[in-house]
């Protein structure tokens, strides 16, 4: 980007450079990186609640009879199984197995899906898509400028939203979405998130983003509830072992690969596309196990980054794909694909390369942090 004057704005951007919020060129939206502190915008995720403003992902519209039909060709999920008003997690793959993103699939209607693809990727998701479409009884719109998207994670989430709808969010189970109003404004309340937290996102029309976020920070008021940028989402969800696309997921691997074959579904009806490339990935990664994606914590205070080298007895294992300084755990963190043989947690003389000093790190099982129920 030459000038900020090409950055995509969301509707609330007022209102973040109201709040002091240092923005960033994110996928050509300019974004709130954080407003103060990204630790306190983090431990108040984890503790009491935190409003994001997530007006950038890529919402695309699938509708028509053949709508479901077109979702189980064009992903590598069950999209047909999907009951209404319930959501999934999946990916959408090339022809050779790659993956072009990851994915959440509402189904709002019979007939109706929304597909809410990366920032990053919505060009790619709607235009693969769209060609994936032919032959189908089934529209693809893309309604990326119909939606703007909030988030408000953390345990306090549900009594904040609470006050503020007639929705029944204690029926509202994860992976859910259902249609209702937020102070007076329609919404889809979905029970979704990124941060590893309880928590909701709510898609509503752009023009009113304003005065649902002002009516939910008032409403937080009380309990803590604090705006949080992007900087903070990434470590939240770096402590829950979620995927980020660009680090743990590229179309250089197939959901394989990244050790999350699961969200591929050979016994759907059909073909879908990527099949046989994923039911030949699958089968090599039963037979020789490719690179497993790991945590590591380290021993000292140095901080890993995407691309550093993982070392064991002085060669290459592996490679970071994400690095930072872990706020709930106090040291700094990693998720990185090493060799099957150093995978294990606990295993011994695994380190990280920064710049050519050899950090000792430990090596654990993915998440890092998990919540209790």
Known sequence: MSSTEELRHTALDALHRSLGATMTDFAGWDMPLRYGSERDEHNAVRTRAGLFDLSHMGEITVTGPAAAALLNHALVGNIASVGVGRARYTMICRADGGILDDLIVYRLAETEYMVVANASNAQVVLDALTERAAGFDAEVRDDRDAYALLAVQGPQSPGILKSLTDADLDGLKYYAGLPGTVAGVPALIARTGYTGEDGFELFLKPEHAVEVWQALTKAGEGVGLIPCGLSCRDTLRLEAGMPLYGHELSTSLTPFDAGLGRVVKFEKEGDFVGREALAEAAERASQNPPRVLVGLIAEGRRVPRAG??????GEV??????????????KPIAMAYVDAAHSAPGTAGVGVDIRGSHEPYEVVALPFYKRQK
Do not use: C, D
């Open 317 to 330: 294992i592996g490679e970071v794909t994400s690095g930072a300084p872990s706020p709930t755990l106090g």
């Open 308 to 313: 550093y080298p993982v070392v064991a007895g």
